[in-house]
């Protein structure tokens, strides 16, 4: 496979199923996350979290299972891509 295209990032999470660790989003983004009564991140259809610019997928919002973490990746990054082109939808509540 050819890769064609970089993008620069400022950070990495590798995605494991462990369990939910939150512990690199500061205290300041978690107050503005919504959680279900199960403990997962609510989002919207896009995995929009209530912080506008921050997306959640997998094990946080649903699974645990890798197809559910693939799906979750491909719908959030059409959300993403809506979201740096300003396409307004419905964040998270």
Do not use: C
Request: glycine content about 12%; overall charge negative; hydrophobic content about 40%.
């Amino acid at each position: 496979m050819d890769i064609k295209e970089f993008w620069k990032g400022t950070q990495i999470i590798q995605s494991i199923g462990q369990g939910m660790d939150l512990s690199y989003i500061s205290e300041e983004f978690k107050e503005n996350i919504q959680f279900s009564p199960r403990g997962r991140v609510e989002t919207n259809e896009y995995f929009q979290t209530g912080v506008k610019w921050f997306f959640m997928g997998g094990d946080i919002i649903e699974g645990p299972d890798v197809i559910h973490g693939i799906a979750n990746g491909h719908k959030a990054a059409i959300g993403i891509d809506n979201f740096i082109q300003g396409i307004d939808f419905k964040a998270a509540k």
